[in-house]
């Protein structure tokens, strides 16, 4: 009777301590983040850097269900591969499909991971409150599978970018080679508290009314000795759903600043600008309105008389 009183209330107690930790795990809300955590990549390419030792990793995250724009890129900037005598490599970071029909996803996702291994997939639901693993999860896959690429860049997968202008500003010997990140430097933004904006930051998961600089998320390029230091430092600050903001509140705390780039015109990453061809020749990222544009674009930029 003892013996079994004592089952049951070892029992009652694995019970009770289990769904606290879960609880304590699962915060409430989108506005948490459920980072760290033991995240795997379902789909990875383990070999990709050790075989072409890439000077600059081109990263984009997309949503599963966005092949069109996985394709698009493939047939534009995501195919310059030796660029100014480097070599460039791509790839798109994916989290899992959810609701409906997300089986049939998953298994086209595998099946075009087969025919292009340019896909990496990380197990948490891909989503807009999600954006902030995923961030963490590209620092953690260039910090263990691509330490020895010099760059890597982080870009949206409805922008344009010029691939020669990146690597001629990567190559410039007054570029930083380490503690280095650049794109559009954004400063003094104030934390939103209006609960129907799109970025609303509740007090309680950032009580400051302003976010350290950080780089606009579109479009940010930085040296591969920070996605370890990035990783490791994150551990210690409370996670923001904003990847962009939590990038900026891991740079405050390891002391490392946002570097300008060269000239204020390299990163547009504000309104679509109509396509011009002297502009996009100058420029290293401009966002476009669609997938479709950029293949438009794309061909007339590489025509072979002067753009300008
Ligand atoms: C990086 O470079 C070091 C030294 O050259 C080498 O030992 C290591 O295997 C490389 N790592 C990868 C992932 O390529
Ligand atoms: C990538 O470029 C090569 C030539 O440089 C071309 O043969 C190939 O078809 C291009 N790939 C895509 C997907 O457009
Ligand atoms: C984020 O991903 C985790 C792990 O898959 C999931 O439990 C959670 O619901 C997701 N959060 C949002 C807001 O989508």
């Given at each position: 009777m003892v013996l079994f009183l004592a089952t049951w209330t070892f029992a009652f107690l694995c019970i009770t301590v289990h769904s606290e930790v879960h609880t304590k795990f699962q915060t409430p809300g989108p506005y948490h983040v459920a980072y760290p955590h033991d995240y795997v990549f379902v789909l990875d390419e383990p070999d990709a850097c050790s075989a072409e030792n890439p000077f600059l990793l081109l990263i984009v995250p997309v949503a599963p269900k966005n092949r069109v724009a996985r394709d698009a890129i493939r047939r534009t900037w995501g195919n310059e591969s030796l660029v100014l005598g480097k070599t460039v490599r791509l790839f798109f970071l994916l989290g899992l499909p959810g609701g409906e029909g997300s089986e049939w996803l998953q298994a086209d996702v595998a099946r075009e991971r087969a025919e292009h291994h340019d896909l990496l997939q990380g197990d948490f639901l891909d989503s807009y409150h999600n954006l902030t693993i995923k961030t963490m999860m590209m620092l953690e896959w260039v910090a263990s599978r691509c330490p020895n690429a010099s760059y890597a860049m982080k870009i949206d997968s409805d922008m344009f970018l010029n691939v020669r202008n990146l690597v001629k500003m990567l190559l410039?010997?007054?570029?930083?080679?380490?503690n280095y990140i650049t794109g559009l430097v954004a400063r003094n933004r104030p934390a939103l508290?209006?609960?129907?904006?799109?970025w609303y930051m509740p007090v309680d998961v950032y009580p400051d009314s302003t976010y350290p600089p950080y780089l606009l998320g579109m479009g940010y390029v930085f040296s591969t000795d920070l996605p370890k230091k990035l990783v490791d430092v994150s551990k210690q600050i409370k996670p923001l759903y904003i990847e962009d903001v939590q990038l900026g509140i891991c740079l405050k705390k390891l002391g490392v600043k946002p570097t300008e780039p060269p000239?204020?015109?390299?990163f547009q990453v504000y309104m679509p600008v109509p396509y011009n061809r002297c502009h996009y020749a100058s420029v290293i990222t401009t966002i476009l309105d669609g997938p479709a544009r950029l293949l438009q674009c794309w061909g007339d930029l590489h025509k072979t008389n002067p753009p300008c």
């Amino acid at each position: 009777m003892v013996l079994f009183l004592a089952t049951w209330t070892f029992a009652f107690l694995c019970i009770t301590v289990h769904s606290e930790v879960h609880t304590k795990f699962q915060t409430p809300g989108p506005y948490h983040v459920a980072y760290p955590h033991d995240y795997v990549f379902v789909l990875d390419e383990p070999d990709a850097c050790s075989a072409e030792n890439p000077f600059l990793l081109l990263i984009v995250p997309v949503a599963p269900k966005n092949r069109v724009a996985r394709d698009a890129i493939r047939r534009t900037w995501g195919n310059e591969s030796l660029v100014l005598g480097k070599t460039v490599r791509l790839f798109f970071l994916l989290g899992l499909p959810g609701g409906e029909g997300s089986e049939w996803l998953q298994a086209d996702v595998a099946r075009e991971r087969a025919e292009h291994h340019d896909l990496l997939q990380g197990d948490f639901l891909d989503s807009y409150h999600n954006l902030t693993i995923k961030t963490m999860m590209m620092l953690e896959w260039v910090a263990s599978r691509c330490p020895n690429a010099s760059y890597a860049m982080k870009i949206d997968s409805d922008m344009f970018l010029n691939v020669r202008n990146l690597v001629k500003m990567l190559l410039d010997p007054k570029t930083p080679k380490r503690n280095y990140i650049t794109g559009l430097v954004a400063r003094n933004r104030p934390a939103l508290r209006d609960k129907n904006s799109k970025w609303y930051m509740p007090v309680d998961v950032y009580p400051d009314s302003t976010y350290p600089p950080y780089l606009l998320g579109m479009g940010y390029v930085f040296s591969t000795d920070l996605p370890k230091k990035l990783v490791d430092v994150s551990k210690q600050i409370k996670p923001l759903y904003i990847e962009d903001v939590q990038l900026g509140i891991c740079l405050k705390k390891l002391g490392v600043k946002p570097t300008e780039p060269p000239s204020h015109t390299l990163f547009q990453v504000y309104m679509p600008v109509p396509y011009n061809r002297c502009h996009y020749a100058s420029v290293i990222t401009t966002i476009l309105d669609g997938p479709a544009r950029l293949l438009q674009c794309w061909g007339d930029l590489h025509k072979t008389n002067p753009p300008c």
